[in-house]
């Protein structure tokens, strides 16, 4: 699909660089180059792991929490 549209979006170009050769064809150039960032938004996905990696360490200071106020209690006492 992405070459599909891609490819219509080539030969819309170029047909309108021949229709019209006119400079302000040059910044319809620079929208073309967006389309193929968007099949790169799948990579996405990805950066959810990321958010995972800090639930980890989460785990370790929940215990410690824990141990912190036992242990000065118990043999404080």
Same mark, same amino acid.
């Given at each position: 699909? &992405? $070459?599909?549209? $891609?490819?219509?979006?080539?030969?819309?170009?170029? $047909?309108?660089? $021949?229709? !019209?050769?006119?400079?302000?064809?040059?910044?319809? &150039?620079?929208?073309?180059?967006?389309?193929?960032?968007?099949? %790169? &938004?799948?990579?996405?996905? %990805? !950066?959810?792991?990321?958010?995972?990696?800090?639930?980890?360490?989460?785990?370790?200071?929940?215990?410690?929490?824990?141990? #912190?106020?036992?242990?000065?209690?118990?043999?404080? #006492?």
């Amino acid at each position: 699909m &992405s $070459l599909v549209s $891609l490819v219509s979006l080539v030969s819309l170009v170029s $047909l309108v660089s $021949l229709v !019209s050769p006119v400079s302000p064809v040059s910044p319809v &150039s620079p929208v073309s180059p967006v389309s193929p960032v968007s099949p %790169v &938004s799948p990579v996405s996905p %990805v !950066s959810p792991v990321s958010p995972v990696s800090p639930v980890s360490p989460v785990s370790p200071v929940s215990p410690m929490w824990l141990m #912190r106020p036992m242990h000065p209690v118990q043999p404080g #006492r």
